[in-house]
């Protein structure tokens, strides 16, 4: 059953969320003119964490659905949370006109025929994944062996091209990669770096560690209904009155822990490196230059 949550509700709870080790009161955006609700149907991934996934008691959670939380005073709208699905199940029922907001979402060319996109709120670093111990973090050391990436997912044609002659096994999704990748069934696995720290945690995968970049990145966005702009005009207006430093808690609350959980010194620095790469700043909001430098260039799904 699809959850309604008013926003205007969210305002008193966000301003007492903290953030960071300091425990300071987060200052809340100021709350949209009384008028009525916008009813806004949102459609989480099923299963896309740390950015929106369906945990066990069934509540959605992630990064994402934090920050649309943090977001509500600015917006005044209702939101209608719609039941979590797999990626493609919410992409086909935004083009029926079921559903107004998706989030964690890379701006492509065909989705853009009926999805309007905001300023990308975080860019992710696709890495490699091997198993612990002796061995190479550099792909064009697994010429011959077989190495898992996610069928049709964008960073699949990026290493295969960078990389042809690694054996790469396309794969369902990323859980299945480490699952195979734990077992010994392949020599490594390409994936975004949240989502593998992510997963291997949620999955009891010991024994496996992250790699460097493999020169792949995942700007994600909110995206809305292309024939309701006021949404976006919204949140693209809510997201750049949002703190610099709220929006560098919530990945730090969801990421940079995580990532920081290295045994060596070695491995701390790359876990910093791929935390620094995904930290928001202000070179983030000026992706819409990356987006029109790339129209010319066919632009795949992730």
Avoid at 256 to 264: I, N, R, S, V
Avoid at 272 to 297: E, M, P, T
Wanted: proline fraction near 8%; charged fraction near 20%.
């Amino acid at each position: 059953m699809a959850g309604y949550v008013p926003f205007a509700a969210f305002g008193a709870l966000a301003a007492c969320v903290t953030f960071g080790a300091s425990g300071a009161e987060a200052p809340a955006l100021p709350v949209a003119a009384a008028q009525p609700a916008t009813v806004v149907r949102f459609a989480p991934e099923a299963d896309y964490g740390p950015f929106v996934f369906r945990a066990e008691d069934g509540s959605i959670q992630g990064l994402s659905m934090d920050l649309l939380r943090r977001l509500a005073p600015a917006t005044g709208w209702q939101l209608e949370v719609l039941p979590a699905r797999p990626l493609a199940e919410q992409l086909a029922a935004a083009q029926r006109g079921e559903v107004d907001l998706l989030s964690s979402l890379r701006p492509t060319t065909e989705r853009a025929a009926y999805l309007g996109f905001t300023s990308p709120y975080l860019v992710v670093p696709a890495v490699l994944v091997r198993r612990a111990g002796p061995g190479s973090d550099d792909l064009s050391a697994y010429t011959g062996q077989p190495v898992a990436v996610g069928a049709g997912y964008a960073v699949q044609a990026h290493v295969q091209a960078a990389h042809p002659r690694v054996r790469w096994l396309a794969v369902p999704d990323d859980a299945r990669a480490l699952r195979l990748l734990s077992e010994g069934q392949v020599a490594g696995a390409v994936m975004d770096v949240a989502s593998a720290r992510f997963l291997m945690r949620r999955l009891g995968l010991p024994g496996l560690q992250l790699g460097p970049p493999v020169g792949f990145d995942y700007p994600l966005s909110f995206a809305w209904r292309r024939d309701r702009p006021e949404l976006g005009a919204t949140l693209e207006r809510a997201l750049a009155e949002l703190p610099l430093a709220e929006r560098d808690a919530l990945v730090e609350r969801w990421m940079a822990g995580g990532l920081a959980e290295a045994p060596d010194s070695h491995r701390q620095r790359l876990a910093r490196a791929g935390v620094v790469a995904v930290l928001l700043g202000a070179g983030l909001w000026s992706w819409l230059h990356w987006r029109r430098r790339r129209r010319a260039r066919p632009e795949l799904p992730r």
